[in-house]
DNA sequence: TTCAATGTTCTACAAGTGTAGAACATGGTG
DNA sequence: CACCATGTTCTACACTTGTAGAACATTGAA
């Protein structure tokens, strides 16, 4: 049974949401990865958490609006919405150190 | 018996807890109404919710570093800490509609 | 001192969250 | 076909969260 994955059109991406998704640390990282290094394949993240707690945060990471998923073959990749969430939420990426390097006085936040 | 109310200084500041904090409509509300209103004494405050509940979000608010509370006689005057998340986060408190009117197509946010 | 006003704290509870193991589904490969 | 690899879904569980009522603490005023 193939269902159709979910994606909200980018005017349905809510801030609720998004920052709920963004407030777990490994899904922050994720989205940052993502977009350091472009699209990736999930089995490409390296974290010490079950696979099927990964599968959780993207599923969250994708529901909230902020990557999108693609299948491909038995491998699916994914892709942060940069340009849909730069569209709706101007410079929040930035603010919460996905797309712009930490300052040093950031980095060692508990 | 008075403690001292609980602040954490700038450097402790973390992302994690703010953008939690943030995720909560009401609690981004009166981070909103703080910055718009100027410092506010919590019966100010009118949300439908009790009052052991507003508590809580003013406890969530003050305890991630997003506000700063004074005693004051009976009352308690609640003040956005701008400058503290502005160095901290920068362009955070614009990204999240804080200090910055929300876009026409993002109002109806759900 | 007695009373009222302002908020916090205590207690409780239903709902949601992060976690992981086991089973399952899908697709490529031999 | 059988087999393996990649991920998801199901189930479960401990912990957290948003909520509110009741009691309490503190302060100012009558």
Redesign the interface.
């Known amino acids: 049974m193939r269902t159709a994955l979910y994606h909200p059109d980018r ?2 991406i ?4 998004v ?2 998704a ?4 490994i899904r ?1 990282d994720i989205a940052r990865v993502m977009h350091e290094q472009g699209p990736r394949v999930c089995g490409q993240l390296d974290y010490p958490i079950a696979k099927s707690t990964l599968s959780h945060h993207l599923k969250v990471l994708r529901e909230s609006g902020i990557m999108h998923t693609e299948v491909r073959g038995t491998t699916r990749v994914i892709t942060l919405r940069r340009e849909d969430l730069e569209a ?5 990426l ?4 996905v797309t712009a390097p930490a300052p040093e ?2 980095l060692s ?2």
Chains 1, 2 share one sequence.
């Open positions: 005017d349905e809510s801030l609720d949401k920052l709920h963004l407030s777990d640390p922050r709706r939420f101007p410079g929040l930035d603010a919460v150190q006085h950031v936040t508990v």
